[in-house]
């Protein structure tokens, strides 16, 4: 069974920091991307950062490319997303997911429909 869950969330002011967690259970050893996706108000879900589970590499939407950085912590099971210097359009509801196949190349952050598995969400508000 697996299940993904996000915290971190929260309010801050624009040029400000937060820092996102996806707790994962229940992965296969050998998933193939994982990505943080959002959803502003009134738009459809954007892919905002991957990373290629196996090898580490990490590919961003050029929205936040400079100001994002996401990573993992195998050892722990955990995904993350820092945010930095956060401004008012980066106001969302951010989802961790996870794609166990790898039909596509995870370096197409873009690609949301790749995701078997979501999380149920963290809203940040900037």
């Known amino acids: 069974h697996v299940q993904l869950v996000e915290s971190g969330g929260g309010s801050v002011q624009a040029g400000g920091s937060l820092r996102l967690s996806c707790a994962a259970s229940?992965?296969?050893?050998?998933?193939?991307?994982m990505g943080w996706v959002r959803q502003r108000p009134g738009r459809e879900r954007e892919g905002v950062a991957t990373i290629r589970t196996q090898y580490g590499t990490t590919s961003y939407a050029d929205s936040v490319k400079g100001r994002f950085t996401i990573s993992r912590d195998n050892a722990k099971n955990t995904l993350y997303l820092q945010m930095n210097g956060l401004l008012p359009e980066d106001t969302a509801m951010y989802y961790c997911?996870?794609?166990?196949?790898?039909?596509?190349?995870?370096?197409?952050?873009?690609?949301?429909?790749?995701?078997?598995?979501w999380g149920q969400g963290t809203q940040g508000t900037v």
């Open positions: 229940g992965l296969p050893s050998d998933t193939f991307c």
């Open positions: 997911a996870a794609d166990l196949k790898g039909a596509f190349s995870c370096f197409y952050t873009s690609y949301v429909d790749r995701y078997n598995y």
